[in-house]
Every structure is written in structure tokens, then in C-alpha cells.
């Protein structure tokens, strides 16, 4: 149990262009949500948390604008990079929150990686 | 703040060596304890966990115990093959930082045969 996807596993697509990444919990309810970047051999930066039926709260310097979630239902959190850039290259990483473990325990999806030429 | 401060990699070891990973901790309240492994190209899978003090958590060989008076979750295996070839990461969760969790920078392990 306690299964994380995200869709799709990897993306190029051109500057300028948005991309809608998906996280889904395919055996439990999630309430919360976390997106995460990651630059290649660095750690995991935590860029937003989303909850079910409300707004998302973004951490310090991340662009709600840019980088926009939607938590629709208890089982799937969309993050929309609007109008791409190269600088938006990277990892992007979800995870969720609920289902049968610790209720500190977060269970990670497969991640995204994201090229923009 | 939280944050989680891990040995610096990268660690390259002969199989069958032993290996420790060190991890120490800043946190208010009692958060929980985790690490996790990354392989390259994919996302994090957890490794083991620990929730209180003096908990001992192990998965696959692995150890880490939960050591309150030092504030650290140091991860141990007695002896690793060319398949523990991975990014290690350890992190806290603790509900005073709304469920947040703090991650390490992550340790590079690579095991040579």
C-alpha cells in the first residue's frame, strides 16, 4: 500500500510552452501533498504544500504564478509550470501525506524531470 | 528552524565493508526520523523510520537508532553490496512544521565489487 505516481515520468518541451505534472495517491486518501524540486546532485526543495479544497501555501521565493497547484481530490495534486523556461529544467518530485503509516510519514512519487529547450 | 545535517560524500566502499552514515538533527518538539535512498534517475523510497526515542529502525540490513541526547539518526549497515550504490538522505517530519519535512543534502554511496 501506500503508492505514489506521477505523470508524466519525464517531459521536453519548448520555452514558452506550460506543463502540467500529476501526482496521484493510487491506495489511500491524501490530504496533504508536497512538491518538491531537486537540482541534479542536490537535495530535495521544498517548493509548496498542497492541501485538499484549498490554496497551496508556497515556500519563501518560489512564484505561485509560475509554478501553479491545484489539490482537485484526496488522491491527485496537478503542478502547472506556466510559460517554461531552461531555468525550469529539473527533478520535480511529489509526495503525500495519509494512508496507513505515521502520520509524519510521506510517501514519495517516481518524480518528473522536466528539460526545456 | 529544523534542519538536518549529514556526513558529507561522497562515501565509495568495498563490498562487505561497513558503513555508517552520520546524521544529526535540530528540531523542536518529538519529530520523526527517516532515511531514504534515491537511485539514479528515480524518486525517494524510504528506507526506515523511527518515531521516539531509542527507536531502532531496519530495513534490508540497515540500521538506524534514534538517539535523543545526541540528536542523531546515524544509518549503519554491517555489509554493503554493489546494489547499496545510491544517494542516502536523511530527514526529519514534525508536526510543529505543519508535516513539513527537512531533508540533508544527501551522502553519495558507491560500492565497488
Known amino acids: 500500500g501506500a503508492v505514489v505516481s506521477q505523470h508524466p515520468s519525464w517531459v521536453i518541451c519548448k520555452s514558452g510552452t506550460s506543463v502540467k505534472i500529476e501526482c496521484r495517491s493510487l491506495?489511500?486518501?491524501?490530504?496533504?501533498m508536497f512538491w518538491y524540486r531537486q537540482f541534479p546532485k542536490q537535495s530535495l526543495m521544498l517548493m509548496a504544500t498542497s492541501n485538499e479544497g484549498s490554496k497551496a501555501t508556497y515556500e519563501q521565493g518560489v512564484e505561485k504564478d509560475k509554478f501553479l497547484i491545484n489539490h482537485a481530490s484526496l488522491t491527485l495534486s496537478t503542478l502547472t509550470v506556466t510559460s517554461a523556461h531552461p531555468e525550469d529544467s529539473s527533478f520535480y518530485i511529489c509526495?503525500?501525506?495519509?494512508?496507513?503509516?505515521?502520520?509524519?510519514?510521506?510517501?514519495f512519487g517516481p518524480g518528473t524531470r522536466l528539460t526545456v529547450l | 528552524g529544523n534542519s538536518v545535517t549529514q556526513m558529507e560524500g561522497p562515501v565509495t566502499l568495498s563490498e562487505e565493508a561497513f558503513l555508517t552514515i552520520n546524521c544529526t538533527y535540530t528540531?523542536?518538539?518529538?519529530?520523526?526520523l527517516f532515511w531514504y535512498v534515491q537511485y539514479p534517475g528515480e524518486g525517494l523510497q524510504l528506507l526506515l523510520k523511527a518515531t521516539k526515542a531509542d527507536d531502532k529502525g531496519s530495513n534490508k540490513g540497515f540500521e538506524a537508532t534514534y538517539r535523543k541526547e545526541t540528536t542523531s539518526f546515524h544509518l549503519e549497515k554491517g555489509s554493503v553490496q554493489v546494489s547499496d550504490s545510491a544517494v542516502y538522505f536523511c530527514?526529519?517530519?514534525?508536526?510543529?512544521?505543519?508535516?513539513?519535512?527537512?531533508f540533508g543534502d544527501g551522502t553519495t554511496l558507491t560500492v565497488k565489487p
Open positions: 509526495s503525500a501525506r495519509g494512508g496507513t503509516g505515521s502520520r509524519n510519514e510521506q510517501f
Open positions: 530527514a526529519l517530519s514534525s508536526n510543529t512544521n505543519a508535516g513539513k519535512s527537512t
Open positions: 491506495d489511500f486518501q491524501a490530504t496533504t
Open positions: 528540531a523542536t518538539g518529538y519529530p520523526s
